[in-house]
T-cell receptor, first 112, second 114 residues
Framework: SQELEQSPQSLIVQEGKNLTINCTSS?????LYWYKQKYGEGLIFLMM?????EEKSHEKITAKLDEKKQQSSLHITASQPSHAGIYLC????????????FGQGTTLQVKP | NAGVTQTPKFRVLKTGQSMTLLCAQD?????MYWYRQDPGMGLRLIHY???????AKGEVPDGYNVSRLKKQNFLLGLESAAPSQTSVYFC?????????????FGPGTRLTVT
């Protein structure tokens, strides 16, 4: 079965620093989603990547999907306290019909 | 447009008690999902539905039942709660099932079973 591995599991950065979160799949992905979750709240959709080599940006967050469609990275530039939360990657394997599987999440703390 | 709503937001049960979690969406989505979130394990799919009147098992279906009698509602039932079911439960919905359709999540239900 397909698994998603996120690294690191947790991250503490100083405000203003850049950071990267990785999501690696054991199999080729049909689509890759990035979500953000604040404590006690639901998941907020950030971006979805579908094509190998695709890159998308929203404000200071950039997500990339590698050519083989097995690894994605989420990069935050000049982090702010508002970026703190849990970041989850979700994937739609080719054999599924919308049943996303998720990585275990990366907890980000940004120190002012 | 309320999006996806969940009822209740918090609940404490004793072992053996039963309860039903309600998920409602007002976006006319065909697909609905129930996930549980546990520390260090991300989200795991419990059951899902691809349309009114249909349900299917996800990754961790044991101990749960679901029903989708109306398109806008997806109910998750615990017949005999166990401490292992202490978790945060999220409902989600999407227009259709493939990767191009974003899943919209509810705010979650925090369940504790003592």
């Amino acid at each position: 079965s397909q698994e998603l591995e996120q690294s690191p599991q947790s991250l503490i950065v100083q405000e203003g620093k850049n950071l990267t979160i990785n999501c690696t799949s054991s199999k080729t992905l049909y689509g890759l989603y990035w979500y953000k979750q604040k404590y006690g709240e639901g998941l907020i959709f950030l971006m979805m990547l579908q094509k190998g080599g695709e890159e998308k940006s929203h404000e200071k967050i950039t997500a990339k999907l590698d050519e083989k469609k097995q690894q994605s990275s989420l990069h935050i530039t000049a982090s702010q306290p508002s970026h703190a939360g849990i970041y989850l990657c979700g994937a739609d394997p080719p054999s599924n019909t919308g049943k996303l599987i998720f990585g275990q999440g990366t907890t980000l703390q940004v120190k002012p | 447009n309320a999006g996806v709503t969940q009822t209740p937001k918090f609940r404490v049960l004793k072992t053996g008690q039963s309860m039903t979690l309600l998920c409602a969406q007002d976006m006319n989505h065909e697909y609905m999902y129930w996930y549980r979130q546990d520390p260090g394990m991300g989200l795991r799919l419990i059951h899902y539905s691809v349309g009114e009147g249909t349900t299917a098992k996800g990754e961790v279906p044991d101990g749960y039942n679901v029903s989708r009698l109306k398109k806008q509602n997806f109910l998750l039932g615990l017949e005999s709660a166990a401490p292992s079911q202490t978790s945060v439960y999220f409902c989600a919905s999407s227009y259709a099932g493939r990767a191009i359709y974003e899943q919209y999540f509810g705010p979650g239900t925090r369940l504790t079973v003592t």
